[in-house]
């Protein structure tokens, strides 16, 4: 596979875990009510979730380092999400939390694969998503 083919593959597996976690979220805040302690949470990663995988769609009406910037900050969210949902004992957010993981791992491998590895710097730091989610679940 050459190189501009893992990245166009890695853009696509984004934006398609992007929407699913989107979904995932929907889902579950239109099962729950307002006052769930993870409901505002779920909320906005969906917001999230859907913006990214809009820009990824969208991608050549945008400067790249924009793209990277927001899938970035779509993994983090992700990331912390996951965690957080985990530690939470609902049901319902088991699906969700794993979704938000599944977004993680494809924005990592997205920003990998666009980023050089001579840039992953602590400027630009690109999350360990395993490592993130098992070291906050077992702080909890």
């Known amino acids: 596979m ?11 597996d984004c934006e ?5 976690w ?4 929907l889902r579950v805040t239109a099962l729950g ?3 769930a302690p993870w409901y505002a949470s779920a909320l ?8 990214a995988a809009r820009v990824l769609a969208r ?3 945008h400067d790249w380092g924009s793209v990277m910037m927001l899938v970035s900050a779509c993994q983090q969210i992700a990331t912390g999400s996951a965690a957080r949902w985990r530690r939470i004992d609902a049901p319902r957010l088991g699906d969700c939390a794993a979704s938000a993981e599944a977004c993680a791992a494809a924005c990592a ?3 990998r ?3 050089p590895a001579s840039r992953r710097t602590e400027e630009h730091p690109i999350v360990d998503v395993e490592r993130a989610c098992t070291s906050a679940g077992a702080a909890a």
Request: proline fraction near 0%; charged fraction near 30%; glycine fraction near 4%.
């Open 109 to 111: 491998a997205l920003l």
């Open 2 to 12: 050459t190189s501009d083919e893992i990245r166009w593959r890695a853009v696509s």
């Open 16 to 20: 398609g875990a992007c929407r699913r």
């Open 33 to 35: 009510n307002g006052a």
């Open 113 to 115: 694969a666009l980023m």
């Open 44 to 51: 906005d990663a969906s917001y999230v979730a859907a913006t």
């Open 59 to 61: 991608r050549d009406d």
């Open 22 to 25: 989107c979904a995932e979220c």
